[in-house]
Protein backbone atom coordinates (compact mmCIF):
# COMPACT_ATOMS: atom_id res chain seq x y z
CA UNK A 1 0.00 0.00 0.00
CA UNK A 2 1.24 3.52 -0.83
CA UNK A 3 1.54 4.65 3.15
CA UNK A 4 -0.05 7.82 2.30
CA UNK A 5 -3.83 8.52 4.32
CA UNK A 6 -6.37 9.28 2.28
CA UNK A 7 -8.55 12.55 3.19
CA UNK A 8 -11.06 11.57 5.71
CA UNK A 9 -9.18 9.14 7.70
CA UNK A 10 -6.68 9.47 10.51
CA UNK A 11 -4.21 6.59 10.81
CA UNK A 12 -5.03 4.72 13.98
CA UNK A 13 -2.70 1.62 14.08
CA UNK A 14 -0.27 0.25 11.36
CA UNK A 15 -0.09 -2.17 9.84
CA UNK A 16 3.49 -3.50 11.28
CA UNK A 17 2.05 -2.94 14.80
CA UNK A 18 -0.67 -4.84 14.09
CA UNK A 19 0.90 -7.86 12.97
CA UNK A 20 3.43 -7.29 15.65
CA UNK A 21 0.60 -7.79 18.33
CA UNK A 22 -1.21 -10.24 16.60
CA UNK A 23 1.98 -12.06 16.66
CA UNK A 24 2.47 -11.90 20.52
CA UNK A 25 -1.13 -13.23 21.09
CA UNK A 26 -0.19 -15.98 18.86
CA UNK A 27 2.57 -16.55 21.08
CA UNK A 28 0.05 -16.57 24.54
CA UNK A 29 -2.33 -18.87 22.86
CA UNK A 30 0.38 -21.37 22.08
CA UNK A 31 1.71 -20.91 25.66
CA UNK A 32 -1.24 -21.28 27.18
CA UNK A 33 -2.86 -24.13 25.33
CA UNK A 34 0.20 -26.15 25.36
CA UNK A 35 -0.23 -30.05 24.68
CA UNK A 36 -4.60 -29.07 23.81
CA UNK A 37 -6.59 -28.54 20.62
CA UNK A 38 -8.62 -25.40 21.24
CA UNK A 39 -11.21 -24.58 18.84
CA UNK A 40 -10.81 -21.35 17.60
CA UNK A 41 -14.78 -19.16 17.23
CA UNK A 42 -15.13 -16.42 14.66
CA UNK A 43 -17.30 -14.14 14.62
CA UNK A 44 -18.37 -13.15 11.31
CA UNK A 45 -17.46 -11.04 8.72
CA UNK A 46 -15.02 -8.81 10.86
CA UNK A 47 -13.18 -11.21 12.92
CA UNK A 48 -11.98 -13.59 9.69
CA UNK A 49 -9.08 -11.75 8.82
CA UNK A 50 -7.86 -11.24 12.44
CA UNK A 51 -8.71 -14.85 12.63
CA UNK A 52 -6.50 -16.12 9.58
CA UNK A 53 -3.41 -14.45 10.83
CA UNK A 54 -3.68 -15.74 14.52
CA UNK A 55 -3.90 -18.85 13.45
CA UNK A 56 -0.42 -18.97 11.46
CA UNK A 57 1.22 -17.97 14.28
CA UNK A 58 0.16 -20.33 16.55
CA UNK A 59 2.47 -23.28 17.47
CA UNK A 60 0.04 -25.89 18.60
CA UNK A 61 -2.86 -28.03 16.96
CA UNK A 62 -6.06 -25.98 16.53
CA UNK A 63 -9.59 -26.20 15.04
CA UNK A 64 -11.80 -23.01 13.49
CA UNK A 65 -15.43 -22.95 13.31
CA UNK A 66 -17.60 -19.43 12.73
CA UNK A 67 -20.64 -18.12 13.62
CA UNK A 68 -22.69 -15.06 12.37
CA UNK A 69 -24.78 -12.96 15.13
CA UNK A 70 -26.73 -9.64 14.33
CA UNK A 71 -28.25 -7.20 16.76
CA UNK A 72 -31.51 -5.25 16.09
CA UNK A 73 -32.12 -1.99 17.81
CA UNK A 74 -31.14 1.14 18.27
CA UNK A 75 -26.92 1.11 18.07
CA UNK A 76 -26.90 -2.07 19.23
CA UNK A 77 -27.52 -1.48 22.41
CA UNK A 78 -30.71 -2.52 23.64
CA UNK A 79 -32.19 -4.41 20.75
CA UNK A 80 -32.41 -8.16 20.25
CA UNK A 81 -29.19 -10.39 19.45
CA UNK A 82 -29.97 -13.25 17.21
CA UNK A 83 -27.72 -16.04 15.91
CA UNK A 84 -27.79 -16.54 11.86
CA UNK A 85 -25.52 -19.14 11.71
CA UNK A 86 -24.25 -21.55 14.05
CA UNK A 87 -21.23 -23.45 14.63
CA UNK A 88 -20.76 -26.93 12.69
CA UNK A 89 -19.21 -28.63 15.36
CA UNK A 90 -19.94 -30.13 19.12
CA UNK A 91 -17.88 -28.07 21.67
CA UNK A 92 -18.79 -29.81 24.24
CA UNK A 93 -15.70 -30.76 26.62
CA UNK A 94 -13.55 -28.45 23.96
CA UNK A 95 -11.54 -25.60 24.80
CA UNK A 96 -12.57 -22.78 22.83
CA UNK A 97 -11.80 -19.39 22.33
CA UNK A 98 -13.57 -16.62 20.66
CA UNK A 99 -12.02 -14.76 18.32
CA UNK A 100 -13.41 -11.22 18.31
CA UNK A 101 -12.38 -8.23 16.27
CA UNK A 102 -13.64 -5.43 18.31
CA UNK A 103 -15.54 -5.19 21.39
CA UNK A 104 -17.41 -2.20 22.25
CA UNK A 105 -20.82 -1.89 24.73
CA UNK A 106 -20.21 -6.19 25.16
CA UNK A 107 -23.93 -6.82 25.36
CA UNK A 108 -23.68 -8.92 22.07
CA UNK A 109 -20.66 -10.80 23.31
CA UNK A 110 -22.06 -10.95 26.64
CA UNK A 111 -24.93 -12.66 24.88
CA UNK A 112 -22.85 -15.31 22.47
CA UNK A 113 -20.73 -16.46 25.85
CA UNK A 114 -23.41 -17.26 27.41
CA UNK A 115 -25.16 -19.62 24.76
CA UNK A 116 -21.48 -21.05 23.89
CA UNK A 117 -21.19 -21.78 27.91
CA UNK A 118 -24.50 -23.17 27.88
CA UNK A 119 -22.78 -26.29 25.07
CA UNK A 120 -20.78 -27.08 28.23
CA UNK A 121 -17.00 -26.34 26.91
CA UNK A 122 -14.06 -27.42 29.25
CA UNK A 123 -12.81 -23.71 29.18
CA UNK A 124 -14.30 -20.68 27.25
CA UNK A 125 -12.27 -17.39 26.30
CA UNK A 126 -12.14 -14.32 24.68
CA UNK A 127 -9.40 -12.80 22.23
CA UNK A 128 -10.25 -9.56 20.46
CA UNK A 129 -8.07 -7.47 18.96
CA UNK A 130 -9.78 -4.49 19.18
CA UNK A 131 -11.30 -2.88 22.50
CA UNK A 132 -13.95 -0.26 22.85
CA UNK A 133 -13.72 -0.40 26.22
CA UNK A 134 -14.91 3.03 26.62
CA UNK A 135 -18.22 2.19 25.72
CA UNK A 136 -18.25 -0.62 27.84
CA UNK A 137 -21.85 -1.27 29.62
CA UNK A 138 -21.46 -4.46 30.83
CA UNK A 139 -18.64 -7.13 32.70
CA UNK A 140 -16.81 -8.94 30.35
CA UNK A 141 -13.40 -11.02 31.17
CA UNK A 142 -11.55 -10.82 27.92
CA UNK A 143 -8.63 -12.91 29.06
CA UNK A 144 -6.51 -11.98 25.46
CA UNK A 145 -6.58 -8.36 24.50
CA UNK A 146 -4.98 -6.65 21.68
CA UNK A 147 -5.40 -2.81 21.90
CA UNK A 148 -7.47 -0.63 23.80
CA UNK A 149 -8.74 2.09 20.85
CA UNK A 150 -10.62 5.85 21.69
CA UNK A 151 -14.70 5.60 20.71
CA UNK A 152 -14.41 6.52 17.07
CA UNK A 153 -15.68 4.96 14.18
CA UNK A 154 -13.34 2.65 12.91
CA UNK A 155 -11.92 0.92 9.69
CA UNK A 156 -9.83 -2.08 7.88
CA UNK A 157 -8.39 -5.10 8.84
CA UNK A 158 -11.63 -6.69 8.83
CA UNK A 159 -13.76 -3.66 9.87
CA UNK A 160 -15.97 -2.03 7.35
CA UNK A 161 -17.81 0.44 6.08
CA UNK A 162 -21.27 -0.91 3.86
CA UNK A 163 -18.85 -3.80 3.69
CA UNK A 164 -15.80 -2.10 2.15
CA UNK A 165 -12.50 -1.51 3.46
CA UNK A 166 -12.10 -4.78 5.18
CA UNK A 167 -9.10 -5.45 3.16
CA UNK A 168 -6.82 -2.64 4.59
CA UNK A 169 -4.14 -3.62 6.31
CA UNK A 170 -4.16 -1.00 8.88
CA UNK A 171 -6.49 0.36 11.06
CA UNK A 172 -7.80 3.81 10.42
CA UNK A 173 -10.19 6.21 12.60
CA UNK A 174 -13.20 8.03 10.04
CA UNK A 175 -12.45 11.58 10.70
CA UNK A 176 -15.10 12.54 7.82
CA UNK A 177 -17.70 10.07 7.20
CA UNK A 178 -19.33 11.77 4.20
CA UNK A 179 -17.15 11.63 2.43
CA UNK A 180 -17.02 7.78 2.86
CA UNK A 181 -20.52 7.67 2.02
CA UNK A 182 -20.35 9.98 -1.37
CA UNK A 183 -17.12 8.20 -3.13
CA UNK A 184 -16.13 4.43 -1.08
CA UNK A 185 -14.53 3.28 -3.70
CA UNK A 186 -12.18 6.64 -4.44
CA UNK A 187 -10.90 5.98 -0.92
CA UNK A 188 -10.32 2.52 -1.18
CA UNK A 189 -8.15 2.66 -3.99
CA UNK A 190 -5.75 5.64 -3.05
CA UNK A 191 -4.67 2.51 -0.96
CA UNK A 192 -3.68 0.93 -4.19
CA UNK A 193 -1.51 3.52 -6.22
CA UNK A 194 0.02 0.62 -8.48
CA UNK A 195 -2.79 -0.70 -9.43
CA UNK A 196 -3.76 1.46 -11.92
CA UNK A 197 -7.09 3.32 -13.03
CA UNK A 198 -8.94 6.29 -12.09
CA UNK A 199 -7.39 6.02 -8.54
CA UNK A 200 -3.94 6.19 -9.36
CA UNK A 201 -3.33 9.54 -9.08
CA UNK A 202 -4.56 10.65 -5.73
Given at each position: ?????????????????????????????????????????????????????????????????????????????????????????????????????????????????????????????????????????????????????????????????????????????????????????RYVGSFFPDAGGPNQSR
Amino acid sequence: MSGVTPEGLELLIDAATLSQRVAELGADLTRDYAGRCPVLVSVLKGATLFLADLARHLEIDCEVDFMSISSFGAGGASGVVRIEQDLSGNIEGRDVVVVEDIVDTGLTLQYLMRVLEARRPASLEVCALFDKDVRRIVDLDIAYRGFSIPDTFVIGYGLDHDEVYRNLDSLYSVTDVNALVAVPQRYVGSFFPDAGGPNQSR
